[in-house]
């Protein structure tokens, strides 16, 4: 079983092009039962992710019963990468901002440390976490350090016509577009209003770290509250242009297709993945004694309130725990189990958000008309046998 929120039918069309062109597959690795850092003793999941059939894209992934640190390490938060890995170094690399703008601006890296230095947790969610059946951990929580991009928008000078930000980062791979195979830069817009948003950061620190190499060294695109896609590594360009941005993984890729009722008429509509949605996870069952302890992490919004149901019982609050009233980092979660009966259960968490919007049923209908994989947001179920 998986935890998935979307539907066999879909998954099977999604999974199976996920896999095309991928014949070996790794037999998932035994979980047994381990100690947690914080005490207690960690029950695992009967339901576990499927093996990784894209080690070379899904480089790493959380490990939710492994979950013990608010922040994130830099070693163990995930990687996603879409075409090569480059090796950029601090000597020769250097950022242009180009294209409609007044003034063209390279900067070095020291040019960018020695602006102005601001820090943002965010917690960072691959928009595809929890839509297939092997991609369940696409999300870590770390500081990040680095300069605000707008006033560099500003001091660059954004011409009258400019609408669209184009940042690049410095992997290409190659693609086919209809009968045409070019190798394409990794490249992601957003609108001129949403670069100029203070919260974005040109980030070259993680955990107070220079950022690993997979993470983007040596500096990413910030933007807080954008699922991870937003977030360009290896970032090398900043383009201004005219129009909207159409290459792969504007116009192709995280692209979230749904089923739609207008009028009674089905319309299926396309969108751009962009800001994070409401969600939550168990992440662990502990025990301690004979007392039973599940904790988990909320996100995507200023979390108000978690609440947790056990099989088909009614829900109950979670008590918030580190993060809460963060604005754009998780909120940590528990609830007292007591001493629940032995044999298999069900473990179901939903968020409630400073703004009232509730976490949504896996089946409920926005996500049961979703296509895509990606903004899979729906409440995750978790299974567990209780001794
Ligand atoms: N240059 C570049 N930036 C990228 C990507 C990429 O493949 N290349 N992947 C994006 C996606 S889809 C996600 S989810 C996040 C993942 O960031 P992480 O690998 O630091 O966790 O980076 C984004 N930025
Ligand atoms: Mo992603």
Known sequence: ????VISRRTLVKQGGAALAGLSVLRLAGPTHAFRGQSGG????????????????????????????????PNDQFFVIKHFNEPQLREDDWHLQISGLVERPLTLTLDELKARARREVTFTLECSGNTGLPFFTGGIGNATW?????????????????????????????EQTWREVTITEQFARSVALADALNPDNLLAYEMNGEPLPNLNGYPVRLIAPGWYGVANVKWLTRIEV?????????MARDYVTI?????????????????????????????????????????????????????????????????????E??????????????????????????????????????????????WESNGQITRRVRIA
């Open 41 to 72: 003793e960690v029950i695992p999941w009967l339901d576990q992710p499927e093996p990784n059939p894209a080690p070379e894209a899904i480089v790493q992934q959380l490990e939710w019963e492994q979950l013990d640190s608010w922040i994130t």
């Open 258 to 326: 749904r089923e739609e009722e207008r009028d009674g008429e089905t319309v299926w509509t396309f969108t751009s993945v962009a800001h994070d949605r409401l969600k939550s996870a168990p992440a662990k069952v502990t025990k301690q004694g004979d007392r039973y302890e599940i904790m988990g992490a909320a996100w995507g919004a200023p979390i108000a309130e978690v609440e947790v149901r056990v099989d088909d019982e009614p829900w109950q609050s979670a008590t918030l725990g580190e993060g809460a009233g963060a």
């Open 241 to 249: 242009l005219d129009r909207r941005y159409q290459g792969h993984f």
């Open 1 to 4: 079983m998986t935890r998935s």
């Open 328 to 373: 754009f980092a998780w909120t940590f979660w528990t609830y007292d189990w007591g001493t629940p009966t032995s044999g298999e259960h069900t473990v179901t968490s939903r968020a409630i958000a400073v703004d009232g919007d509730l976490q949504p049923a896996a089946d409920d209908p926005l996500l049961a008309g979703k296509t895509t994989y």
């Open 145 to 173: 350090a680095g300069t605000p991009l707008a006033p560099l928008l500003e001091e660059a000078g954004i011409q009258e016509d400019g609408i669209e930000v184009v940042f690049w980062g410095a992997d290409a791979g």
